[in-house]
C-alpha cells in the first residue's frame, strides 16, 4: 500500500455519517474511495454542488457538471446544485461539517500553509482560505515530508492560509492532533516507531502515553 | 421582450480597458462564444474579474492567450501556466483573492452593500492593507465591494424577456456577477418563449440582463 492509499484509508475513519464534507483536489479527493459502506455523506464541491459523485461512464459527461479541479462528475439522488455565494456561505457559515486538504507545512501551533511557494507556485488561493478559516473540522492529508524536507515544523515558513488551529493531521507515518498544548502524536502507522516519524518531523512532538496503531478503512 | 444580438455585436460594444466581470469555473459555465468574438475584436487592457483563468486555450485562457488582458482579479490561476507565467514576468497585474471572499465582494457590489466583513484571510497575506473591525469581540476584514462596466453572463436558457436558468455547476459566479455591472450581457445556450422557464427556476430575472446573444449555432 503506497503512502497516499494508506493517507486516504485513515481519513476514511474521519467521516462520520450524514455529514457534509469537502474533499480537496488530488490526495484528499481519493478519500471517497475508502468509505466504510452506508455511511450517508453528502459531498460538497466548492464550485457549486452536494452530493457530488463518482467519474460518468466514458460519453456520458455533461460539460455542466464538473469538480473543483474541472473534472467530470455525477451527483447522487438528493443532490442539490447551488451558486457559489451559496457554496462559500455554506463553508465560511459553519454548515460543512469537514473538510481535508492537502498541506505543505503545519506547525506547532497547529497552522497550515498549503496555498503558495512564493517565486515557485503561484496559482492562487482559490477557496482553501475560506475552507479551513471555515469548516467545522479541519483535516490535513500529506505525506509526513516531502523533498524540501520536513513539513511537520516549529514554525510555517510558507504564507499561511489561516490563523485558525487545525483539527487533525494525517501523514502515512502518523496521526498528529494541533492542541493547545502543541502537536500530540495520537498514532502510529503499523510498524512505524516515535523515532521514526521524530526524525522526519522538525516540529516538537507531544507523546503522551503510548500512541495507537494506525486503523485504516 | 429583447432582440438576440450576435456575439460580434457584443464584443464590439466592449471597449479597450473596461473592467469585465466573467462567469465559470473552470470554463463550465462561461460564455464562449463571447470569449472568442473579444478576442477576435482584438480588444486590449481589460480589466477581468473571474474565478479563474481557465486553461490555455479554453474559458478565459483564450482571452488571455489573445492577449486581450491586463489585470486580473481572480481567486485561482494554477492551472494555467500561461497565467502565472505572464504574472511572473509582470506582463499582466493579478489580484489574488479568496474565492468566498471574491464572491462576496461582487455580491457587495452588486446589492448596494459598501463591503464584506469576512474572518477569511485574517491574518495572513491577503489582510496585508486591509481594515480590521471587530464586531461583538470577533475580528474581521472589511473587504470593499466590486462592480464592473460589464458582465458576460453564461446561462444554460434564457427566455425571450432575458430570464435566465442555470444548470447544474454552471451556476457559479453568474447568478451573482449578473447584479454587479453597468451592463450585462447573457449567452444562453438555448432560447425559450416566455413561461417555460418556471418562475421557481428564473435565478436571474430577465430585468437584469441587457444584452443577449443568438442561441447557440
Known amino acids: 500500500m503506497d503512502a497516499k492509499e494508506i493517507i486516504a484509508r485513515r481519513v476514511a475513519l474521519e467521516i462520520k455519517p450524514d455529514t457534509l464534507v469537502n474533499l480537496g483536489i488530488g490526495l484528499p479527493s481519493m478519500v471517497a474511495n475508502y468509505l466504510p459502506p452506508h455511511v450517508n455523506v453528502f459531498f460538497q464541491a466548492e464550485n457549486g454542488v452536494i452530493g457530488l459523485g463518482a467519474r460518468p461512464p466514458e460519453g456520458m459527461e455533461d460539460e455542466d457538471l464538473t469538480d473543483a479541479g474541472g473534472g467530470f462528475v455525477t451527483a447522487v439522488p438528493g443532490a442539490a446544485s447551488i451558486d457559489s455565494a451559496m457554496s462559500f456561505g455554506l463553508i465560511r457559515g459553519g454548515h460543512l461539517d469537514m473538510t481535508v486538504l492537502g498541506g505543505l507545512q503545519v506547525d506547532e501551533r497547529g497552522y497550515l500553509a498549503n496555498w503558495t511557494v512564493p517565486g515557485k507556485m503561484v496559482p492562487g488561493m482559490g477557496g482553501a482560505m475560506d475552507l479551513v478559516a471555515g469548516a467545522r473540522r479541519v483535516i490535513v492529508a500529506m505525506v509526513h515530508s516531502g523533498k524540501g524536507g520536513a513539513k511537520i515544523v516549529p514554525k510555517c515558513t510558507l504564507p499561511l492560509t489561516a490563523v485558525r488551529r487545525v483539527s487533525l493531521v494525517v501523514t502515512e507515518l502518523a496521526v498528529i492532533e494541533p492542541t493547545e498544548a502543541g502537536l500530540v502524536l495520537r498514532e502510529l502507522a503499523d510498524g512505524v516507531s516515535v523515532d521514526d516519524v521524530r526524525a522526519q518531523t522538525e516540529a516538537h512532538l507531544i507523546v503522551e502515553a503510548t500512541p495507537a496503531v494506525m486503523p485504516l478503512a | ?217
Do not use: W
Not at chain 2, 476584514?141 to 442555470?166: M, S, T, V
Open chain 2, 1 to 217: 421582450m429583447k432582440q438576440a444580438i450576435k456575439a460580434a455585436e457584443a464584443a464590439a460594444m466592449i471597449p479597450d480597458g473596461a473592467t469585465v466581470l466573467i462567469g465559470g469555473f473552470m470554463g463550465v459555465g462561461s460564455p464562449h462564444r463571447l470569449i472568442d468574438a473579444m478576442v477576435e475584436a482584438g480588444i486590449r487592457g481589460l480589466t477581468v474579474i473571474a474565478n479563474d483563468c481557465g486553461r490555455p486555450g479554453f474559458g478565459i485562457g483564450r482571452l488571455l492567450s489573445g492577449g486581450c488582458i491586463s489585470r486580473a482579479v481572480m481567486s485561482h490561476i494554477g492551472l494555467n501556466p500561461e497565467c502565472q507565467a505572464k504574472m511572473i514576468a509582470g506582463e499582466i497585474e493579478v489580484e489574488l483573492v479568496p474565492q468566498g471572499t471574491l464572491v462576496e465582494r461582487i455580491r457587495a457590489g452588486g446589492v448596494g452593500l459598501g463591503g464584506v466583513l469576512t474572518a477569511t484571510g485574517l491574518g495572513t497575506s491577503v489582510e496585508d492593507g486591509k481594515p480590521v473591525v471587530e464586531v461583538d469581540g470577533k475580528r474581521y476584514l472589511l473587504e470593499k465591494p466590486i462592480r464592473g462596466d460589464f458582465a458576460l453572463i453564461g446561462a444554460r436558457q434564457a427566455d425571450y424577456i432575458g430570464n435566465l436558468e442555470y444548470f447544474l455547476t454552471a451556476h457559479n459566479f453568474n447568478p451573482v456577477m449578473a447584479l454587479a455591472a453597468a451592463t450585462v450581457i447573457a449567452e444562453p445556450h438555448h432560447i425559450v418563449p416566455v413561461g417555460v422557464i418556471s418562475p421557481d427556476a428564473v435565478k436571474t430575472p430577465g430585468a437584469l440582463v441587457d444584452h443577449m446573444l443568438e442561441r447557440a449555432p
